[in-house]
Structure formats: C-alpha cells, structure tokens
C-alpha cells in the first residue's frame, strides 16, 4: 500500500502560508485512516527554546487548526508525535547509518546554527527523526512546502543507507517523494520573506474579518505601482498571489485585468480579496467553534490516531531490530 505522511510543527493556530503551502494538500489528499497519516511533530519542537506551558497550548491550538482546516478523524490518522515512542526509537536506529557531513550540509541546520553562539545537538539530527517519522510507516508521498524538500532528500539517502546495509536483497524502506502545492513558497504581508510565525508576518486562520483586514490594509503589493494611476504587474504582487490561492478564477482574471490597467487602487483589490477569503475561512471558523465546544474531543481524536499509528510502527520496530541482529 502507498501511504502518506507528513508533519507539522506545534506552532499555534495555523497561518495561511503553512495551510495553503502544505495542510490544504492534506485535506484533500486523505484516502483513509490506513493510507494518511499526519502527526503534529511536537519532539522536533524541543529543538528551539521554548517554555513547557507554552507548547503545550501550542500542540492543542495546532491539532485545532488541523481539524478546522479539514482533516477527518474518520478519514486520516491525525497524532501527537509524542503519543508514538517508536519516532525517538527509529531516529536513534538512522543516527547510526547517517553521515554527520550530510546533516552538516542540511540549510536549514546552517541557517539556524549559524544565528547561534552554542548550538543543541539536536537541531544538527532533526531531520534524522523527520526520515524516521516518514518511514516507520513506509510512506512514499510526503506533501510539504518547498523548505522541506532537501530534508525529503536526506530521508531517502536515510532509506538507502539502511536498506544497502541491512536489507540488500529486497529493501526494507521504501524512498518518500514530496508533493509539492501550486503555492510552493507564499511571502508575508511584508512582501520580504517567507510567511512565518517567527517573523510576525502571517495571517492566522481562525483570525476574525477585521484581524485579518487590519493586516491586508497595509500588506506590500507591486512596489513599482507608486500613483494611483501607475499600472501595476500582479506576477510581483503578494496580494495577487493571494488571490490565486483564494479568489476563484473569473475573480484572478478581473484582478489581473485591472491591475494592469489600473483601473483599480491597490485597495480595490485587497477589498475582493478579503471577500474571496471570506468565502473559504468562515467554515474553518466554524469548525473551530465547534471543535471549542466540545473539551475532550481533540485529545480522544488525537489519542485514537496515536494508538492506531503505535501498531503500525512497533511492527516496523520489530523487523528492523530482526534485521539488526537485536533479536535472539
Ligand atoms: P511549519 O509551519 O514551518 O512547521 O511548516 C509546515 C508545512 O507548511 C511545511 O510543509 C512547510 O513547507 C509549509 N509552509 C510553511 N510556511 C510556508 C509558506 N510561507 N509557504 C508555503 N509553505 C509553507
Ligand atoms: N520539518 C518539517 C517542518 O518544519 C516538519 C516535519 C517533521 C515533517 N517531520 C516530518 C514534514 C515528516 C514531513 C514529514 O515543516
């Protein structure tokens, strides 16, 4: 069977360049509860100085998110890392068959090492636990924005590493593939850099009409489009890419057409666009509000989904310490 996995970090609530870049794919690709398998990665979040209270409102607010945005309990299996010891188990297994000059050329390990004076040993392995999570469960199809596809790319060299060593004849791991969204990459409203919750420059999505209109009001658009009356190119526009994630495609057109014709203000514009994602968050609002309602749901869906992906990765477990010569 072809499965898929993916992860996400606790981060909170959701924002709207990790549900478009990665969680909308989710949604729509869960093709049961065997097949899909998504997991808030709450270990790799010890990677980063955090405060315990903190993250444990930050893994609850995201398992919110999830559910909101659309996964189904009855349609995918949706867990707390955490819940499944067997990912801390594995990622010790491939820290033994991994190079650590291949985690040394990671970018995301130079970026971040390179912001600090002493860094965690485990910001070097992060991504050896991201191969373990996706191969305990054999996945081969791993939706995720485009940052994580050199870490997709060191998951398959984890797999044929093993599987060259212990598993010669017929490999054991299979070699996970990303599947990438029309929306690779969005940048925040600053129009500078990459949507993300450390930089302040996201729109949350369980944010209120207003919240969310107080941040588009002043977002970067076109930065060439100075007058009213300049014509704009809306293939350099944030807001225009925002449009092609939310707005329906007669709506894009329109946008399009009058941008560069000028015949609408950068405010116009932002105007249709906070309509169109009207339009797609008030379900997810409500969903929210419903999943609020009811206190213990979200830990029973998530604990579920823990106990059905422990079956699976302790069968894992058991062939590769077989194969590992750590059975008798
Ligand atoms: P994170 O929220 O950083 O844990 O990322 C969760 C998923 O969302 C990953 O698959 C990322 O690649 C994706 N993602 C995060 N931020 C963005 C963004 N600004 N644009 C597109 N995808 C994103
Ligand atoms: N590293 C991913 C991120 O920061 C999160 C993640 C952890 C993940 N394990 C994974 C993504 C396994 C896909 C598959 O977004």
């Known amino acids: 069977m072809s499965r898929i996995f993916s992860g996400i970090q606790p981060s909170g609530e959701l ?6 870049g990665a969680v909308q794919n989710w949604v729509r690709l869960q093709e049961g509860r065997d097949a899909t398998f998504f997991c808030v990665v709450d270990l790799h979040a010890l990677t980063g100085n955090y405060e315990p209270s903190d993250l444990r409102r930050r893994r609850h607010e995201m398992a919110v998110s999830l559910l909101a945005a659309g996964l189904d309990p009855e349609r995918c299996t949706l867990f707390f890392q955490s819940g499944v010891p067997q990912h801390a188990e594995l990622a010790w297994i491939f820290n033994t068959v991994t190079p650590l000059g291949e985690l040394e050329r990671q970018t995301q390990y130079k970026d971040k090492s390179a912001r600090q004076e002493s860094v965690l040993t485990g910001v070097l392995t992060y991504p050896v636990l991201q ?22 790319e060191l998951s398959r060299e984890i797999a044929r590493r093993w599987n060259h060593r212990f598993a010669a004849e017929t490999p054991y791991f299979p070699e996970p593939q990303p599947l990438l969204t029309p ?27 207003e919240q969310i209109w107080e941040k588009l009001r002043p977002a970067m658009t076109d930065p060439a489009r100075i007058r009213r009356t300049d014509p704009g190119n809306p293939d350099v526009c944030n807001i225009y890419s925002l449009h092609k994630a939310f707005s329906d ?69 058991r062939q590769v310490y077989e194969r590992m010569g750590l059975t008798d």
């Open 15 to 20: 924002h709207i360049g990790n549900y478009l």
């Open 131 to 152: 191969a373990a999570d996706i191969l305990l469960y054999h996945a081969t199809r791993v939706p995720v924005g485009e940052d994580q596809v050199q870490h997709l």
């Open 183 to 209: 929306v690779r990459r969005l940048m925040g409203l600053d129009g500078q850099a990459k949507m993300s919750k450390s930089l302040g420059n996201t729109i949350g999505l369980l944010e209120t009409r």
């Open 249 to 317: 495609e007669p709506t894009q057109a329109i946008a399009a057409a009058n941008c560069r014709g000028a015949a609408w203000g950068c405010i116009d514009c932002k105007k249709v666009l906070a309509e169109s994602m009207e339009t797609v968050l008030v379900p997810i609002r409500r969903r929210a509000a419903d999943i609020g309602a009811r206190p213990s749901y979200v830990t029973d869906v998530l604990e579920e989904g823990a106990k059905r992906a422990r079956t699976i990765a302790q069968d894992t477990m």
